[in-house]
């Protein structure tokens, strides 16, 4: 089992709709998390860092459940511009290294 | 403030040839770590560095080796280059507990 697992993508929505991401992760001892996104050929940029009792950024709303190790993203009003990979990242502890998922793509579409 | 710079951007590499990349962190980052992206998959983790000692390793051969100076920057080889070696290789600095900025990728062709 991989240690975090992403939704399998694409997501094809249109402009305005509203589009949920999950992941789930599987070292129960994770003590950070984060949402990164990536565009086509780039480096990944963190988006937002999620915490128990969840937090929203404008259109974006993160949620995290530790007894499911369950990580959600949500993402409303949706632009063209949202169109990226959204990565699913856990730290297990201190600076240890960051453990990504997969990726989900997203294409929004006009 | 330059940030996280990766050389070269692009390289291309025959099988069976050793390969040096290069990272330059963020001002007043001391941690260095890289990732490994293959088309379609999320980074995954090689190693880490920090005061100029492999910290952490991911899953990786021995051919995979890295370095870091004095001033923080790092490199990464790969020797015995692969086929399967082909991939966006990202540097990740950092300094506990900020969170990390990743520099733009060196993409690596092995033909």
């Known amino acids: 089992r991989k240690e975090v697992e992403q939704d399998p993508g694409p997501f094809n929505v249109p402009e305005g709709a509203t589009v949920a991401f999950n992941c789930t992760y599987s070292n129960s001892a994770s003590q950070s998390f984060f949402w990164y996104r990536q565009d086509c050929r780039k480096e990944p940029k963190l988006l937002m860092s999620v915490y128990s009792s969840g937090n929203e950024d404008g259109r974006f709303t993160a949620q995290l459940n530790r007894a499911s190790q369950y990580i959600s993203l949500l993402i409303r009003d949706s632009k063209l511009s949202d169109s990226a990979t959204y990565l699913c990242v856990v730290r297990n502890s201190g600076n240890t290294p960051l453990v990504f998922g997969k990726g989900t793509r997203l294409s929004v579409i006009a | 403030d330059a940030g996280v710079t990766q050389s070269p951007t692009h390289l291309i590499k025959t099988r069976g040839q050793q390969v040096t990349l290069r990272c330059s962190p963020k001002s007043g980052h001391d941690t260095v770590s890289w990732y490994q992206q293959a088309l379609g998959q999320g980074p995954q983790f090689i190693f880490q560095y920090y005061e100029e000692e492999e910290r952490q390793r991911g899953n990786f051969p021995d051919r995979f080796s890295g370095h870091q100076f004095p001033n923080y920057s790092s490199e990464l080889n790969v020797n015995a280059l692969l086929l399967g070696d082909s991939a966006l290789y990202l540097c990740?600095?950092?300094?506990?507990?900020?969170?990390?900025?990743f520099g733009q990728g060196t993409r690596l062709t092995v033909v």
């Open positions: 990740a600095s950092s300094r506990f507990p900020d969170e990390a900025f």
